[in-house]
């Protein structure tokens, strides 16, 4: 059973827009989210991360929204740029510094110059 | 080096072969993982390290799949009488605390 889903499997953004990747959870008791974003015969790079004491938080183009009740998050790139263009993986953890992490299938966003 | 670095990159398993795969962590970080991701699917927790005790296996899909920490650093992740089934890209991760650090992955290919 997935507990954290993508359902957006891929996402196009002209450059400059904003780009807003979406993440749904089900396990209540995830307390730690974090994005993570990959490109081609890499691993992933971790890209932000939010408590769930929080309900934003921002890092240069990157900020991530938190809605516990609905348990959604997002993370939005603003302006998007090509070298975004990469897999973005939600994941989640029961608590900060957790040994598990949860993650989505990922979205390949891909941002058109 | 700077992160964390898995070997080989690809191998190509006959199957009911042994494989072993390695990872180098960041040095001084205290937590190791170990992913498997299959093809258009994100990692999926295999296996977790505090220095050299294994802490968490639940994610183990076999008794045919063994890792081992044994200095605290360096681990090896092995698979026995690997099955078609096996084949993904396994990821290796370290951390200190919070965010965990991937390396590259090696890809793995059971014919």
């Known amino acids: 059973d997935q507990q954290v889903k993508q359902n957006s499997p891929s996402l196009s953004v002209q450059e400059g827009r904003i780009s807003i990747l979406n993440c749904d959870y089900t396990n209540s008791m995830f307390d730690y989210f974090l994005w993570y974003k990959k490109y081609p015969a890499e691993g992933p790079t971790f890209l932000i991360s939010?408590?769930?004491?929080?309900d934003k938080n921002e890092d240069g183009r990157f900020t991530v929204f938190l809605n516990k009740s609905a348990k959604h998050l997002s993370l939005h790139i603003v302006p998007s740029q090509p070298g975004d263009s990469a897999v973005y993986f939600c994941?989640?953890?029961?608590?900060?510094?957790?040994?598990?992490?949860?993650f989505g299938t990922g979205t390949r966003l891909t941002v058109i110059p | 080096g700077a992160g964390v670095s898995q070997s080989p990159r690809y191998k190509v398993a006959k199957r009911g072969q042994d494989v072993a795969l390695r990872c180098d962590p960041i040095?001084?970080?205290?937590?190791l993982f170990w992913y498997q991701q299959a093809l258009g699917q994100g990692p999926e927790f295999l296996t977790y390290?505090?220095?050299?005790?294994?802490?968490?296996k639940s994610g183990l899909p076999s008794d045919r799949f063994f890792a081992e920490r044994p200095e605290g650093s360096v681990s090896t992740l092995k698979i026995q009488r690997t099955q078609q089934e096996d084949s993904a890209v396994y990821l290796c991760?370290?951390?200190?605390?919070?965010?965990?650090?991937f390396g590259q992955g090696t890809r793995l290919t059971v014919v």
């Open positions: 994941a989640a953890s029961p608590q900060t510094g957790a040994n598990n992490l949860f």
């Open positions: 390290f505090q220095n050299e005790a294994q802490l968490d």
């Open positions: 991760a370290s951390s200190l605390r919070g965010e965990a650090f």
């Open positions: 040095s001084g970080h205290v937590s």
């Open positions: 939010i408590s769930s004491i929080k």
